[in-house]
Each structure stands twice: as C-alpha cells, then as structure tokens.
C-alpha cells in the first residue's frame, strides 16, 4: 500500500512538471518531459533498491521511444534486479546489434556467457569490452574470472579422465589459469582497491587444486549478475 502512494505521488509530480515545463518552455513537448520525469523516477527507484517499480517507469517512458538504448539498458538492469534474466539478455543481445562497441553492452554480454558456463564467449566478450576501455579494472577482474572458470573445467575434465591425481602445479600449467593470474594483475594495478578480490580468487583457486569442489569455485565466479 505503501509503494502504491509513492506510486501515485511521484507520478503527480511528474505530470506536473510537464504542464510547468511546457508552458516555461515551448519547445519542449509534454511527452518529452514526461519520458524524462518517467526515467528520473526510475533511476530513483533502482538506487533506493526497489527495481520492480524501477521497471514500470522505464516501460512507461519507453512507450514514446521503444527503441532508446539508454532506456533499454536500464530496463534490461532493472529486469536483473528482479531475477528476469532471460528477458535482461534478450534486451542486451538487441543492443549488442545497435551498439556493437559499447562497452558496458559487451561486459554484461560477458556476464551472461559466464551465467550459462560459456566461458570462451565471455573471454571473447570481455576481450572486445577491453579493446574498448582499456584501462577498466573492473571488466580485467571479469576476464579474469572467466579465464580462472574455463582452467578450473579444463582441470577438472582431464581429472575425470584418469584415475591418479593429477601432479601438484598442474592448474599453474594450464594457459587459461596463466591468462587469469594475468588478467587479475592487470585490474589490480589498475585499481590497488581489488587486491582483496584478487586474493580472495587466488586463495580459492588453491583451496581448489588442494581437494575443493569446482562446483563452489565455479558458483562464486558467477556472481556477477
């Protein structure tokens, strides 16, 4: 009942920012101010945690332009928000053909490669993200993971394969863990404020190779969404 108020209210002040605006200002349109007042009001919601209402502001501002890529964006982050994973990643497969060099279409592309466990396409992903923006530490610490999920199957693939335990040091022999460990140096010197992410991932790659379950390494690197 609550949010059915903070509903009603903010769209008052809404429309009646759009009546003022217009008669200050001719050569906005009502629906212009409106689709601004709409998208304010979610980008509200989304910061005070409450995407579900978040999304029902940004469907109403899409209405006047269904194709706006800011706006689909924030939708597809809202539908995140909400779990709606499917749908977020059919918004940002569309904006991967309209803005094939935005970096963040890219990441989040990136991100739902590592959800399915397609971990080459997210290298793939991230490595166009990073060709972008190089100097983003945050999207080396996603490759990085990336590289860390792909070494961890490959690991455990060949362990399934043979009967004996594998010979200490063989995840350091594998490229994709060289390419992580490289990945993750790269976004820490970036960013000095990653380094407890990165020892936390080089520590559980350990636990890993020590006798820990993939499964759970595997869960913690797909987090990201």
């Given amino acids: 009942m609550q949010n059915k108020w903070i509903l009603l209210g903010i769209a008052a002040v809404v429309i009646a920012a ?66 709606k994973i499917d749908e977020a990643e059919l918004i940002y497969q569309g904006l991967r053909v309209t803005e094939p060099d935005n970096p963040a279409v890219l990441v989040r592309i990136g991100d739902f490669c590592v959800h399915r466990g397609d971990y080459t396409a997210a290298i793939s992903s991230y490595a166009a993200a990073l060709a972008v923006e190089p100097d983003n530490a945050k999207t080396w610490l996603r490759e990085g993971d990336a590289y860390l999920a792909l070494a961890v199957t490959e690991y455990s693939a060949r362990q399934a394969g043979t009967s004996s335990p594998l010979p200490a040091g063989f995840l350091d022999s594998l490229q994709s863990y060289r390419s992580a460990m490289a990945d993750y140096a790269k976004a820490q010197k970036l960013d000095p404020r990653l380094s407890v992410v990165v020892s936390t991932r080089t520590l559980a790659a350990s636990q890993f190779e020590a006798g820990g379950k993939y499964q759970d390494l595997l869960a913690s690197l797909k987090s990201t969404l």
């Fill in 18 to 83: 759009a009546i003022l605006i217009t008669v200050c200002a001719p050569g906005l349109t009502p629906a212009t101010v409106l689709r601004d007042g709409e998208t304010a009001a979610g980008d509200t919601f989304m910061l005070a945690n409450q995407s579900g209402i978040a999304l029902s502001f940004y469907d109403r501002a899409l209405t006047a332009n269904p194709d706006d890529p800011a706006l689909l964006q924030k939708k597809a982050e809202a539908l995140l928000r909400t779990g």
